[in-house]
């Protein structure tokens, strides 16, 4: 079994800073890619940011120099450092990555829960 397990997020005011981490545990062999998604009320899911293995990172653009992706390949976590919050980043915060299991030649996505993220004028 796979589980990602996110932590961080809360609330804080436009102009602050969150850190968000997700955790890929259990019979995990390897993660490839990992996303960050969000998603606010009335809207669609969102792409925020991605890094893969290798440790190229793309962001959307709304997040260009303000949202910092990065991972732990030794322990499997990722990172999205957030600064200069904004109202509109408030959202429900989803990591996604792409593992593979212990004793599986391919990978598959796995999802963790939505963690809040809450920006006040």
């Known amino acids: 079994q796979v589980q990602l397990v996110p932590s961080g997020g809360g609330l804080v005011q436009a102009g602050g800073s969150l850190d968000l981490s997700c955790a890929a545990s259990?019979?995990?062999?390897?993660?490839?890619?990992w996303d960050w998604y969000r998603q606010a009320p009335g809207q669609q899911r969102e792409l925020v940011a991605r890094?893969?293995?290798?440790?190229?990172?793309n962001y959307q653009d709304s997040v260009k120099g303000r949202f910092t992706l990065s991972r732990d390949n030794v322990n499997n976590i990722a990172y999205l450092f957030m600064t200069s919050l904004k109202p509109e980043d408030t959202a429900v915060y989803y990591c996604?990555?792409?593992?593979?299991?212990?004793?599986?030649?391919?990978?598959?996505?796995?999802w963790g829960q939505g963690t809040q993220v809450t920006v006040s004028f």
């Open positions: 996604s990555a792409d593992v593979q299991p212990i004793d599986s030649e391919g990978y598959r996505t796995y």
């Open positions: 259990g019979s995990v062999l390897r993660v490839y890619t």
């Open positions: 890094i893969t293995r290798d440790q190229v990172v």
